[in-house]
């Protein structure tokens, strides 16, 4: 018997899903650089480095850690597939 393993999914959606996994950890990367930009500036602007850090600047930290949120979405889904393909990537 071979041991090719069938996915099931059509050419296109495989080679998706095997992108996304190859690129589990450029996902996580970034996600640890958003969070640590976000708080940074957070940080800076709770200290009163810029004298006017209004609603803007705050919008810009959470759009930053939300922005990141989604990064660890799409590490987790990375790995949900990794592990229902079966080419889980250590």
């Known amino acids: 018997m071979s041991e090719t393993r069938t ?5 296109q959606l495989e080679a998706f899903a095997k992108k996304a996994i190859q690129r589990e950890r ?3 990367v970034v996600t ?3 969070v640590a930009v976000g708080l940074s500036l957070a940080a800076w602007y709770a200290t009163g480095a810029s004298e006017t850090a209004g609603t803007i600047e ?3 930290v959470v759009l930053v850690l939300l922005n990141a949120r989604q990064n660890l979405r799409q590490v987790k889904y990375a790995r949900a597939l990794g ?4 080419t889980r990537q250590s």
């Open 32 to 34: 640890w650089v958003g």
């Open 7 to 11: 996915t099931g999914l059509e050419p």
């Open 58 to 60: 705050w919008m810009v």
């Open 26 to 28: 450029v996902f996580l």
């Open 83 to 86: 592990a229902l393909m079966g």
